[in-house]
T-cell receptor, first 117, second 110 residues
């Protein structure tokens, strides 16, 4: 099956610092990746759609200047949380879109747990 | 009306029983349907996808799709305690975004 990795799996940082999270598709190419955030006991919330070679598309209410997304290759997308604050503490999950003929499937990475002190 | 609706549960079934999880969706043009399993503190894991009306079986899991009724379900046979998780129904819209239901929490009691 398709494998998606994320790094780091968890990170603790001080308020005001920036944190970069990497999402990689290991055995397939993904022109599109998605970034989600999930707070405890809540549903997944789509933050943005990351397209290889072009600007990301952000969902309503998500600050594009705070959550910087770069999709520099067909296997790597990065999310940078800039000037992180405690309210940014959450579980960040990426997914990669796999297209095979008529199949259009998303596979999720293991997630990154961010704690901002 | 939400785009994808699921009963939040919790749904409790005894070990060995059949667990039945249901999902309805509002966009009649939807073509692709998915079931993800999410354990507490973990990311979602794809367990089934279905594109055509009818049943699709994979091991203990059976997905059922009825496009006329805009209904998709997941049956888990011989439920095990390890199946206890939140099950997310998702529908693929145009552009590849997944629209998720709120998830159904399943608890399988030994």
């Amino acid at each position: 099956g398709a494998v998606v990795s994320q790094h780091p799996s968890w990170v603790i940082c001080k308020s005001g610092t920036s944190v970069k999270i990497e999402c990689r598709s290991l055995d397939f190419q993904a022109t599109t990746m998605f970034w989600y955030r999930q707070f405890p006991k809540q549903s997944l919330m789509l933050m943005a759609t990351s397209n290889e070679g072009s600007k990301a598309t952000y969902e309503q209410g998500v600050e594009k200047d705070k959550f910087l997304i770069n999709h520099a290759s067909l296997t790597l997308s990065t999310l940078t949380v800039t000037s992180a604050h405690p309210e940014d503490s959450s579980f960040y999950i990426c997914s990669a879109r796999a297209l095979a003929g008529a199949r259009d499937t998303q596979y999720f990475g293991p997630g990154t747990r961010l704690t901002v002190l | 009306q939400k785009e994808v609706e699921q009963n939040s549960g919790p749904l409790s079934v005894p070990e060995g029983a059949i667990a039945s999880l249901n999902c309805t969706y509002s966009d009649r043009g939807s073509q692709s349907f998915f079931w993800y399993r999410q354990y507490s503190g973990k990311s979602p894991e794809l367990i089934m996808f279905i594109y055509s009306n009818g049943d699709k079986e994979d091991g203990r899991f059976t997905a059922q799709l009825n496009k006329a009724s805009q209904y998709v379900s997941l049956l888990i046979r011989d439920s095990q305690p390890s199946d206890s998780a939140t099950y997310l129904c998702a529908v693929n819209n145009q552009g590849g975004k997944l629209i998720f239901g709120q998830g159904t929490e399943l608890s399988v009691k030994p």
